[in-house]
């Protein structure tokens, strides 16, 4: 399983890397692994604020349908099109080609919430 240690984590098993003001999100190859084989990833909240937990958008497998949470407040500034055409980036490459979202960060302070990589290897019982 891998788990980079400089990305932050949410129990929704969603990863974040922080960049200034900007978070990169996708979800982790724990979720991809679990969740199977991903067919089509949904995302329409380009442009909209948005507050931590809410849902941002789903992401559709062979097995099922699972929402996808944000991690952290803040406005969507970027959804990945790539994955329109190639939503198997998500299991191929989970941290990079198939990041999800960018988002313009509202308040740092959750930043403090989100688990590191030994705390999201704990909860996954890796």
């Known amino acids: 399983m891998n ?26 190859d724990f979720a991809q692994h679990e969740l199977g084989d991903i067919v089509y990833v949904d995302i329409k909240s380009e442009g909209e604020q948005l507050a931590q937990e809410e849902i941002f958008g789903t992401v559709e497998a062979v097995k099922t349908v699972s929402d996808l949470f944000m991690p952290l407040s803040g406005k969507v500034i970027e959804i990945n099109k790539g ?44």
């Open 3 to 28: 788990i980079p240690a400089n990305l932050k984590y949410t129990k929704d098993h969603e990863w974040v890397s922080i960049n200034g003001n900007v978070a990169t999100v996708g979800i982790t």
């Open 83 to 126: 994955l329109d055409t190639t939503p198997d980036a998500v299991n191929n490459d989970a941290y990079e080609t198939g990041w999800m979202i960018k988002i313009e960060l509202s308040n740092d302070a959750e930043i403090a919430e989100l688990l590191d990589s030994t705390a999201y290897t704990a909860l996954i019982g890796a």
